[in-house]
């Protein structure tokens, strides 16, 4: 029994593996007409390596880059269709990001979903944080799902700061942003969540703690 | 069938989605009421559904053989013919145990209602476990009924009658349920022996905190003695069920047999990881000791009580997290 559970999740994964690619593969062909499989058998498939400025420009789609930093997950998702309480970032096979103002709240079809978090905290810190010269303290809460489907909250002490400007280059194209750095902990967890956010406010890149399974998701805001 | 009404106000579920407010939060501002007209849900989604999944069964306590088992494995279909009218088959396949010699024949002084379930494991394999169809309907905003006909379960066919009052948010509830029977021949498929009986029981259920579940049954039993049954459950946010019984009925306890009065436990363990798709919902193992005749119940399809407690406002609240998913 053993084995074949054994086999199974292999081939469970095996399959999500070949969609991911192959829909990703469909998403970026009819946007930018690119063929992303490679040669031989490997499904090897890096956006940074795939995607030009030329083909950016001609979009006008919002389109986030999302990396997973334990993970080998990457991958480019555009905005969901449809009116939302938030941004939500939906890939072709049913996974998503949601984001408020680029802070991330909630994902979906990934194991241990961040199911909501509140921001509002952090998004007024972002606000004053690029002109103040002190650091700024609040509380974030952050609700995920967990066994017996419970709800479970973490709740963190945190203080956001900048650490001045500090360009950022994404797919060939600079930006000028501030860093600020938020360092929040508890008991159990500590983390550093850093935004490079533009002069209008706009996150244009960012680390943002998911919990303590995922941990650390890279979001570049590409278009 | 359409069991209860919930309504949500917009701003609040646009408050809650993205929160990290407790889900219990938003139910508390749900509203839950009974049904009040006794429309039935006319939306056949899935006109069939499958399941396929082990089972294990044992018996206990046979001087010749302490320890008997059977492991197989278990087609489960359901056709949906139409709003609350179901036909549910059962094939079962013996694969590995020691049921295939039966080392001791009852000697039992009841009619032989559920002791001589050794000949059942003899005989019966491939078996056809269940053949029935059954009829699910709601008389008013909060008292359902059920009637089922065909091969009820493994051995006994007949016909099965069954009301059940429970307001969606009241703890308490109250069931009838009665059937007259006939048992099956041995090797489970469509014949039947001369026994018949008429078995039925008043039962009271009610859902404590933290999924627990107290059902106490007054009535008749298989071998027409009379008695009471009380039952406790458990069941776990993860889908894990735990639960004893006891009857005590009219049969003195020289006449029942070893062990005095029916009694036993049982688990329930999900088993979805299984399957690689949505099937037929709640596989599962179930640990029942069978073995005397005195206060056997039926096990009736589609039990009125155990289809509704998970679709009722307690039963929301014990899962509160799956609400946003």
Known sequence: MKSLRFLSAFLLILISACSEISNSSTVLKSKFSLDLRKSGSSFEYNPRKTITRE?????TTPLVLVEILNSDYIATIQSAPFPALADVWLTKNGKSLTTKDGVLVATRGFNYDLMGADVAALKAALTNAQTSKQPIFYDRSYRYLVK????EIITVNCELSSAGKSPVKIFDKSYATTLLLETCQ?????????????KNGLIRKSMQWHGINLEMILIERVI | MVVFSAKIERADLERYALSADPSRAILDKIEFSDRKDRLEDQSVTKPFLWSLSPYFEYSLFDPLDPIRYDLGAKLKGEFTLGPGLYIDGEIRKSILGSFGEVLRTSDSVLPHVRSDHPIYGRDGDPSLDQL??????KFTPDLYARLSTGYLEKMYAGVSGEMLWKPVNSRLGVGLELSRVQQRDFDIRLGLQDYQATTGHL????DFENGLVA?????QYLAEDRGYTLRLSRQFGNGWEMGTWATITNVPFEKFGEGSFDKGFFFRIPLDWSSAQLTKTEP??????????GGQKLNAPYRLY?????????????EAGRFWK
Not at chain 1, 186 to 198: G, T
Not at chain 2, 132 to 137: D, N
Not at chain 2, 284 to 293: A, C, L, P, Y
């Open chain 2, 284 to 293: 599962h193992i179930e640990f029942n000791v069978m073995g005397k005749d």
């Open chain 2, 306 to 318: 155990n289809l509704m407690r998970f679709s009722h406002s307690e039963a929301i609240y014990k």
């Open chain 2, 203 to 206: 039962s009271a259920y009610y």
């Open chain 1, 148 to 151: 017996d489907n419970q709800d």
């Open chain 1, 186 to 198: 508890n008991k159990a967890v500590q983390f550093e969540n850093k935004f490079w956010v533009q």
């Open chain 2, 215 to 219: 059902q106490l049954d007054a009535g």
């Open chain 2, 132 to 137: 029935a169809v059954t009829k699910l309907a």
């Open chain 1, 55 to 59: 083909m950016i420009n001609a979009s």
